[in-house]
């Protein structure tokens, strides 16, 4: 079992940044796979970036390519999510998900750890 609890989160402005932390814990091997999810109100649940934390590689949902940058700190056990050039459509409540996979770690895969969520507000 593992736990994950998200920080990070809040109002920014059109245009902003913010950086997502995600600390795992609650069991002696971490997560090979973890990914942030997001979900606007009145919209279903998105993925918005993977990672393989065994220093594989990096995926990411085409709305977020070259303003979103996920990464994992191996030595704190934690997932981050830098959120550049923020947009008014990014507005969600974004979730850390994991899930011990020995295949590729794509959003695509059933995710079955997850977060309570941090609520990101963007306005124009």
């Known amino acids: 079992q593992v736990q994950l609890v998200e920080s990070g989160g809040g109002s920014v402005q059109n245009g902003g940044s913010l950086r997502l932390s995600c600390a795992a814990s609650?069991?002696?091997?971490?997560?090979?796979?973890m990914a942030w999810f997001r979900q606007a109100p009145g919209k279903e649940r998105e993925g918005v970036a993977s990672i393989d934390t065994n220093g594989g590689p990096t995926y990411y949902a085409d709305s977020v390519k070259d303003r979103f940058t996920i990464s994992h700190d191996s030595a704190k056990n934690t997932l981050y999510l830098q959120m550049n050039s923020l947009k008014p459509e990014d507005t969600a409540v974004y979730y850390c998900?994991?899930?011990?996979?020995?295949?590729?770690?794509?959003?695509?895969?059933?995710?079955?750890?997850w977060g309570k969520g941090t609520q990101v507000t963007v306005s124009s």
């Open positions: 998900a994991a899930r011990y996979y020995i295949g590729s770690c794509s959003l695509g895969i059933l995710y079955n750890y």
């Open positions: 609650g069991s002696a091997a971490s997560p090979r796979c």
